[in-house]
């Protein structure tokens, strides 16, 4: 248990579908990432948020739209999807000060399949 | 665009220790060398991080070289249960923050 949690574990969805992908922390920190892994690549960095303000967001499709209410929760609103986007997303969150000891602590993921 | 590289695969006898390598020619004086690992379905895993200094922690242990453009990730007594991905990572200092760069990752068999 990382203090990173990630609903659902799984999905499937059609590529006219909306879904949406939830994370939530319990561990107090001020930054959130969606990452994207496919099959053979390297993990992907989608979108930052510090202190829930966007501050980054890597050329990522708009069919992905990002969503982040408060410090604690991050969503990954999905539309419209193609096959290609079928990989394993995951959030991250970390505590942002500056410091030398900033780490990521992962969710398990969500494995997304777009038909 | 990832930082580092690393052998894609490696064996290690169960009980002897596990090297990994991985190179990081570009990285700069405040960039920072972090380790995970990733077990099947599951999220990566923080192992240790060194800007440096060797490090060593209940994990394992950090060794970078002095120019800095290279390190090894050591599993002293490498078990069946570390058996996983492992990714070498260089984290960047940013305006808005720090960013992490996974490289494609090692991925290490333990054998019985």
């Known amino acids: 248990e990382t203090g990173v949690t990630q609903t659902p574990r799984h999905l499937v969805m059609g590529m006219t579908n909306k879904k949406s992908l939830k994370c939530e922390q319990h561990l107090g920190h001020n930054a959130m990432y969606w990452y994207k892994q496919s099959a053979k690549k390297p993990l992907e960095l989608m979108f930052v948020?510090?202190?829930?303000?966007?501050?980054e967001n890597n050329s990522v499709p708009s069919r992905f739209s990002p969503e982040c209410p408060n410090s604690s929760h991050l969503f990954l609103h999905l539309h419209t999807l193609q096959p290609e986007d079928s990989a394993l997303y995951l959030c991250?969150?970390?505590?942002?000060?500056?410091?030398?000891?900033?780490?990521?602590?992962f969710g398990s993921g969500t494995q997304l399949s777009v038909l | 665009d990832a930082k580092t590289t690393q052998p894609p695969s490696m064996d290690c006898a169960e009980g002897r220790a596990a090297n990994l390598p991985c190179n990081h020619s570009t990285i700069s004086g405040n960039e920072y060398v972090y380790w995970y690992r990733q077990i099947h379905s599951q999220g990566p895993q923080y192992i240790i991080h060194?800007?440096?200094n060797n490090e060593t922690n209940e994990m394992a242990s950090l060794i970078i070289t002095e120019d800095r453009k290279s390190s090894t990730l050591i599993l002293p007594h490498a078990t069946l249960r570390d058996t996983a991905v492992y990714y070498c990572?260089?984290?960047?200092?940013?305006?808005?923050?720090?960013?992490?760069?996974f490289g494609t990752g090692t991925s290490l068999t333990v054998i019985p």
């Open positions: 990572i260089v984290r960047v200092v940013t305006d808005t923050g720090n960013q992490f760069y």
């Open positions: 060194g800007l440096k």
């Open positions: 991250a969150s970390s505590q942002v000060r500056g410091g030398t000891n900033e780490k990521l602590f």
């Open positions: 948020y510090n202190f829930k303000e966007q501050t």
